[in-house]
């Protein structure tokens, strides 16, 4: 316990050189999806807080029916953990501050000769508005876990806002990416030279976001997902009175006029937010929409929230343009309340495929 089964520790070494590397999209097979059991009292509250664990478990364990699983546990609470997983998912020892492995954890990209990277995006508590001496260092250990190539940048950004179609377009949001709190003076241009090496991409995509509202300044998964190259989940707001309302309306105004890298217009699916939620766990910070779902192998993973009508939607629109996965729906309000979804306590490991 403690280390991966079949996986040998490396040093964290890094690779720039001439190497095409190539972010995949998240319905490219996968090795394994990466989660941290990091909630604590500190962050989240005595009340709340056994609900967020049991809902990670809940995620965990869904998934590990469909591929493996490795949970990021801090050693004094592998027990806590035991108890709640699926005996199947791996238990790996990692001091952590919070379970956002989506924006702590690396980014991994491949290559044509059949290699595996990963990016350490330099997270900084979504521009120092949290505590994160302990999720700084979660990217690079678990590069140095799977003794994989460590690919250097001086961006700081994190895996929610980074939405790929794997063939050269990528969906980013000014609002959190062009931040001064991540990286000050770095104009959008400038930040696409930087990144088009590193992921492989050769379009950007760019939404406007929204500062401030939230801890992560408006991460592109909570507005717009490649379902497949040329064909976006974008999310709506209904309800007037919501700042989210007229951000998605710009949004979907942007996206229905853009084309991929190749010059094709993209094909817009709508998900609209749900208006009627469970009360429980319902605050200011709650993220009800359903952009944060997470595709695994032969799956796709997503949230309920006990709207019945949207909900149904929402499900017939996913099962529509991942025909051949099964669509999961899960009550994990305990997640939603913090303000993140089930993607943004996952992070896929993408397979080598020959």
Known sequence: M?????????SYATKADSTKWIMPDESHPHERTWMAFGASKKIWGSELLPRVQRDLALIANTIVNFEPVSMLVRAEEVRKARQLLDPKVEIVICELDDLWIRDTGPVFVLNEQGEKAAIDFNFNGWGNKQTHLADA???????????????PTRLVSEGGCIEVDGLGTAIMTESCTL????????AKSRFED???????????IWLPGIRGMDITDGHTDFYARFAKPGVVLAGYEPDESHYDHQVTLRHLEILKSSTEVKGRKLQIILLEAPTNIRPRWLSDDFASGYIGYYVCNNAVI??????????????????????????????????????????CATQQEPALVT
């Open 179 to 186: 931040n001064a709190n991540r990286n000050p003076g770095i």
């Open 302 to 343: 997503m949230q309920n929230f006990g709207d019945k009508r949207a909900d149904a939607a929402a499900k017939s629109a996913l099962q529509s343009v991942y025909p051949e996965r099964t669509v999961v729906l899960l009550n994990v309000d305990g997640i939603a309340a913090g303000g993140g979804s089930i993607h």
């Open 2 to 10: 403690g280390t991966l089964s079949g996986i040998t520790k490396g």
């Open 194 to 204: 930087l990144i088009a090496p590193i992921l492989g991409v050769e379009k950007v």
């Open 137 to 151: 260092k979660v990217a690079e250990f678990v590069i140095n876990q799977l003794g994989v190539t460590g690919l």
